[in-house]
Nanobody, 120 residues
Framework: QVQLVESGGGWVQAGGSLRLSCAAS????????MNWYCQAPGKQRELIAT???????NYADSVKGRFTISRDNAKSTVILQMNSLKPEDTAVYYC??????????????WGQGTQVTVSS
């Protein structure tokens, strides 16, 4: 199994920046893909950034050019650098990992989420 813990959320003014981290731990052979999702109040969860084991990236149009997903020095940690934040970015941000687990195979795991609030 895989445990994911997000950190770095908080309250910022429009135009500010935040750096979210997602640390993976547990018993796994590899993490093939890591994603960041966001979920605003009353909205469905939305995929906003993807990072593969080959360091390929993809972004939702709403965050492209403002957010950057990357791998930290720790290979099991993924970063979401959020710049030029807008009030509409206010949401709970979730880390998601597609991992290979002994005795299970490939599976999807979720963190608990971290709140990001952007004031106007």
């Amino acid at each position: 199994q895989v445990q994911l813990v997000e950190s770095g959320g908080g309250w910022v003014q429009a135009g500010g920046s935040l750096r979210l981290s997602c640390a993976a731990s547990g018993r796994f052979l590899s993490i093939n893909v890591m994603n960041w999702y966001c979920q605003a109040p009353g909205k469905q969860r939305e995929l906003i950034a993807t990072l593969t084991s080959r360091d390929n990236t993809n972004y939702a149009d709403s965050v492209k050019g403002r957010f950057t997903i990357s791998r930290d020095n720790a290979k099991s940690t993924v970063i979401l650098q959020m710049n030029s934040l807008k009030p509409e970015d206010t949401a709970v941000y979730y880390c998601n990992a597609l991992a290979v687990v002994p005795g299970v195979g490939a599976a999807s795991y979720w963190g608990q989420g971290t709140q990001v609030t952007v004031s106007s």
